[in-house]
């Protein structure tokens, strides 16, 4: 069985920066996917907005437009661990964040292509 749990969510203000993480329960880290989504306060789970993806070597990495340049993705296989580095948060970017796997490569950033979650870790962001 797969689990991410996510951590580090919390208020902040426009401008600010947080660091979430994403710690995976799994017997081996290798071969999984790796990807970030949030959804938006009062937006059903099937409308879950892609953030951020990696690969297992960490490569393919890939990031939404609305992210790009202020949000980095990363992982460290060894810790089992996945990260999102926030930074010039707006308050566009309130939302529960996801921490997402997939076993194998992919370039998707649908939710449905995604088979293991985490519960999500809430991001506010005052303006």
């Known amino acids: 069985q797969v689990q991410p749990v996510e951590s580090g969510g919390g208020l902040v203000q426009a401008g600010g920066s947080l660091r979430l993480s994403c710690a995976v329960s799994?017997?081996?880290?290798?071969?999984?996917?790796m990807a970030w989504f949030r959804q938006a306060p009062q937006t059903p789970a099937t409308e879950r907005e892609f953030?951020?993806?990696?690969?297992?070597?960490?490569?393919?990495?890939e990031y939404s437009d609305s992210v790009k340049g202020r949000f980095t993705i990363s992982r460290d296989n060894a810790k089992k661990m996945v990260y999102l580095e926030m930074n010039s948060l707006q308050s566009e970017d309130t939302a529960v964040y996801h921490c997402?796997?997939?076993?194998?490569?992919?370039?998707?950033?649908?939710?449905?292509?995604?088979?293991?979650w985490g519960q999500g870790t809430q991001v506010t962001v005052s303006s």
């Open positions: 997402a796997a997939k076993f194998g490569a992919t370039t998707s950033t649908s939710s449905f292509d995604y088979n293991y």
């Open positions: 799994v017997p081996t880290f290798s071969g999984y996917t």
């Open positions: 953030v951020a993806r990696i690969g297992w070597k960490g490569e393919n990495i």
